[in-house]
C-alpha cells in the first residue's frame, strides 16, 4: 500500500450540524485540522467544514476533490452492505 502521508487526528467529541453524528476524528496530511478544511460526515456524507474550535459546519461551496472524495466513500459504504 502506498504512503500518503495522512495521519488521523483525535479530537473532542462533536457532531454532525446535519444528521447529530457523533464525530471525534479525521484524517488529513497536517498535524490537526485546520478552520476552514473540508471534511466528510461518515453518518449522512455530508460535506462539512471545520470552524477554529473544531466544531462543523455544513459547507456552502466545495471544491470538486471533495465531491469526489464524498462520491468514492458512498460507494465504498454501499459496497460494504
Known sequence: ???D???TH???ETK???C???L?????PSDRPNK???TICVGCLSILQF?????MRIAKDSPYEVEQARDNFRRFKHSLN
Open 1 to 3: 500500500m502506498e504512503n
Open 5 to 7: 502521508n495522512k495521519t
Open 10 to 12: 483525535f479530537f473532542f
Open 16 to 18: 454532525c450540524p446535519k
Open 20 to 22: 447529530g453524528k457523533r
Open 24 to 28: 471525534d476524528a479525521a484524517v488529513g
Open 36 to 38: 476552514d478544511d473540508y
Open 51 to 55: 470552524n477554529e474550535d473544531l466544531t
